[in-house]
C-alpha cells in the first residue's frame, strides 16, 4: 500500500528550530513535496526533493533520505507567520499524481 | 489575474440540488488537478486532467463530474451529493514537477 505518516501537531517557540518528520512507503517515487498551508488557506509550496541530501532555502530546509523512505522539513528561526498545516506529498510513479499525508500542524509560542 | 482562481469560495447546497464548481489558471500550466481535503484527513486527488484529456479518476462517486473544456479551465459538477461530501474542494495545476493550488471552494450540503 501507498502511506505517507508525519505527526499531527507540533508547537514551537519564537526563534526557535522545529524539525518537521516524514517517512513514506509508496510504490514509485518520484520526489517529494512540502507545501505550506495556512488555515483557509491554499497549499504553497515550500521545496522539492527528488535526490537524496539537504536542500536548503531561507529559513527552511529540506531533508530526503530515499533508502530510508524519509525526509524532514527543517524551519530556523520560526516566526509566529510560521504556525501553519505543513503538508508531506511522494510524487509516486507520475508526478501528476501526488500522496499527500495528513498534515502536521505547527502552533509558534511567544 | 495570476495564478489558480477557484469560485465559488463557499457554497451551501441541499442533497437535490445541482451545482457547478470552477477553477481557472492563468499559468500556462498543462495539467490540472482537483482535490478533496477534509478535516483530519489527507489531501484526497480526485481527478487529473493533462492537455484537456482525463488521465487519473481515483474511484470517485458519479455524482461528481469533470469537466475541462480547455488546458486553462476546470469544472467539477455536483449533484445529489451527501453530507460527508462537505469538504474543501481545491484545485491545482502544474506544468512540471510543482503543483499550484487554487484558494478552494467551502462545500457544505445540508
Known amino acids: 500500500g501507498q502511506n505517507i505518516d508525519q505527526p499531527t501537531e507540533m508547537t514551537a517557540t519564537e526563534g526557535a528550530i522545529v524539525q518537521i518528520n516524514c517517512t513514506y512507503q509508496t510504490s514509485g517515487f518520484n520526489g517529494l513535496f512540502w507545501y505550506q498551508q495556512h488555515a483557509g488557506e491554499a497549499p504553497t509550496f515550500l521545496s522539492y526533493n527528488v535526490l537524496d541530501g539537504l536542500e536548503e532555502k531561507g529559513r527552511f530546509s529540506s531533508f530526503l533520505s530515499r533508502s530510508k523512505g524519509y525526509s524532514y522539513l527543517l524551519l530556523k528561526e520560526l516566526q509566529m507567520k510560521d504556525s501553519a498545516s505543513y503538508l508531506c506529498a511522494v510524487a509516486g510513479g507520475n508526478t501528476d499524481k501526488l500522496i499527500f499525508g495528513t498534515g502536521t500542524r505547527l502552533q509558534v509560542f511567544p | 489575474e495570476t495564478g489558480v482562481t477557484q469560485t465559488p469560495r463557499h457554497l451551501v447546497m441541499g442533497m437535490t440540488n445541482k451545482k457547478s464548481l470552477k477553477c481557472e489558471q492563468h499559468l500556462g500550466h498543462n495539467a490540472m488537478y482537483w482535490y478533496k481535503q477534509s478535516a483530519k484527513k489527507p489531501l484526497e486527488l480526485m481527478f487529473v486532467y493533462n492537455f484537456k484529456e482525463q488521465t487519473e479518476n481515483n474511484s470517485v462517486p458519479s455524482r461528481f463530474s469533470p469537466e475541462c473544456p480547455n488546458s486553462s479551465h476546470l469544472f467539477l459538477h455536483l449533484h445529489t451529493l451527501q453530507p460527508e461530501d462537505s469538504a474543501l474542494y481545491l484545485c491545482?495545476?502544474?506544468?512540471?514537477?510543482?503543483?499550484?493550488f487554487g484558494p478552494g471552494t467551502r462545500l457544505t450540503v445540508t
Open positions: 491545482a495545476s502544474s506544468q512540471e514537477n510543482e503543483q499550484y
